[in-house]
Each structure stands twice: as C-alpha cells, then as structure tokens.
C-alpha cells in the first residue's frame, strides 16, 4: 500500500497538505506543478490498495482520471472548493466539496480537523484573497495584529510562487516549497526561522508587483478594469496576485488580467467584485481551457482570435 498526494501547487493547496501531514506524518508521493497545471490526476499510477488524495483542484478537470483510479480499486479522498459536475458514486471516494464563495481547500481541511491546525488554514484563506474568512478563523486562534499581517503576506507569497507557465517560472517548486514549510507545526515557526526561503518570497512577489504596477490599465470604467502583461517571467509568476490586489484595492470592480503568451494567446485570471463575488466560472467556463470558482477564475489559453468575444462577454457579465 503506499499514499500519493495530488495537490494544487498554490497556497491553499499547499496549506491544505501541510494540516493533513501534520495531523498523520507519512511518506508520500507528491504529484503537483504550477497552480494553472490541475489535470494532475491523469499522473497519478495507483494499484488496488493504494490511497490518493487530492486538493485543491477541480474534480470536473480530472473526472476521467478519477474514475480510472476509483475503478482500479483505489481510496481517493478529495478536498476541493472548485465546480465538481457529478461526483462519482463510489464506496472508495470520500469527497469533500464545498463551492461556497468564502470557502478555500484549506477551510475544508481545517474544518475535517476540527481546527488542528488553524494558523496554516488562515495562511491558506489569505492565499485565496479570502480575507473575511482567515479573519474569523484567526479570531478563534486569538492571533495578534502583527502576526496576523506576517500571515497574510506569506499566504500572499506561496500564491504568488505557484504561478508561471511551467516550473522554471517559480522561484521554488511546489513540492519543494512544501517539504520545506511542513517542518513547521505554525507559519510563525516558519517565517522565524526559515528567513533565506521567506526573503526570497517576499523580495521576489515585491520586486514583481512594483513591475506590474508600472503598467496602466488596457482599459477601465467604474465597474470593470482589464490590464494586459507582458510575455515575460515577471509578469506570468504575477499575474493571479496582482488580480487580487486589484480587487482588494477597487472591491467594487470587476477586474479580468491577461498575460501574453509565446504563442499569441493570453493566460487569463478574473476576479469578480468583491462586493458580488459570483460569475467569473461561468464566464471563464464559456472558452474551451477555462474554469475556477465563482469569485476567481481563469482562462488557461484564451485565443488571440476569441479577445473581442471575452472582452464582450466580461462587460455583459460585470459592466
């Protein structure tokens, strides 16, 4: 018998995995990349007797291969906060879903651990720019304000090292980052004493952003904004962050981030306002490689022959 863990290689797929190890220390098979990188079951080779588990990406992107596993005999607990579609009925799937807008992987995990580990949970949440809810989670654990800001920031910078177009992008590989943080019981252990791999983060999501930041937007109004990146590596380890700190700074904006691609095409992340945190799956689910949740979604590969149509469709939705 031997455990595979299948997870999303940004921070609330991370956070999610450190808990479970926490709570049950094991050798495991990691099978992870960048945080746009979700059909990561169809890695997964598992025998009758074997236990996956999977995090923190959609089921709906991996249906096939979850059958696969299910039909070869395989325990397959899956955590996830992304659209589903049917959830196979199988004795051998615990499965642990919950789309609700203020809800991450690492909430669920955290819940089904009866709060073990709730300062990892928190640093998740605020990975998913889900404030109000590492907030109330934070209040529980009775965190102060100066901790609770380190914890912020760090959720903000293991999202920012999972995005890139391919593992080369990232200052640290997901799996990498993780064998590194789970030999911490808390985050504040972590940023204590693991100072190269926090400042490595933190000047790296800085320098970034101050680039990002040095571009105006494509095109705005008072209720959406668009703004499109470079084909650079800057730009791609940026994108998804820099749509959270949009939205945080305009919560009633809806804002969509385009990266250029080698290819013509565009890397899209949109998040809806703030203040009406709905739609942005569906939209996203309207182009072929699109997906994500209600609040925060994407677009994998947006063609340059589909912008007017997206850009179309961003301004019915949110305009």
């Not at 495991?28 to 169809?42: E, N, Y």
């Amino acid at each position: 018998m031997s455990f595979i863990d299948v997870f999303n290689g940004d921070a609330d797929g991370i956070c999610a995995l450190i808990q479970l190890h926490l709570d049950c220390p094991r050798t495991s098979t990691l099978v992870t990349g960048v945080k746009r990188d979700i059909a990561l079951l169809d890695r997964v080779t598992a025998t009758s007797g074997d236990t996956v588990t999977v995090l923190d990406i959609s089921m709906d992107k991996n249906r096939s291969a979850l059958e696969r596993l299910l039909e070869s005999g395989v325990e397959v607990k899956y955590f996830d906060h992304h659209y589903s579609g049917d959830i196979p009925d199988s004795a051998r799937l615990d499965a642990n879903i919950n789309t609700a807008a203020d809800v991450c992987t690492s909430l669920l995990v955290n819940g089904h651990l009866k709060g073990k580990y709730a300062e990892w949970a928190l640093v998740g949440a605020y990975g998913d720019n889900l404030k109000q809810s590492a907030i109330r989670i934070a209040k529980q654990c009775d965190i102060n304000t100066t901790d609770l800001e380190a914890l912020e920031n760090l959720g903000i910078y293991i999202n920012y090292n999972g995005y890139g177009s391919n593992l080369e992008d990232l200052h640290y590989r997901p799996e990498d980052l993780f064998k590194e943080l789970v030999r911490f019981k808390t985050p504040q252990e972590f940023i204590s004493s693991s100072t190269k791999t926090f400042n490595k983060l933190k000047n790296g999501y800085e320098g970034d952003m101050h680039a990002a930041g040095s571009l105006g937007p494509f095109s705005h109004s008072s209720k959406t904004a668009v703004y499109v990146l470079p084909d650079t590596p800057w730009a791609r380890r940026v994108s998804g962050v820099f749509s959270n700190d949009l939205t945080n700074q305009y919560p009633q904006r809806a804002h969509a981030v385009l990266t250029e691609k080698p290819t013509g095409s565009y890397l899209v992340s949109i998040r809806a306002p703030l203040e009406n945190k709905s739609g942005a799956d569906e939209l996203c689910r309207m182009f072929p490689t699109g997906g994500g949740r209600a609040g925060a979604a994407g677009i994998n590969d947006l063609e340059k022959a589909d912008l007017d149509r997206f850009l179309q469709e961003f301004e019915k939705r949110y305009g």
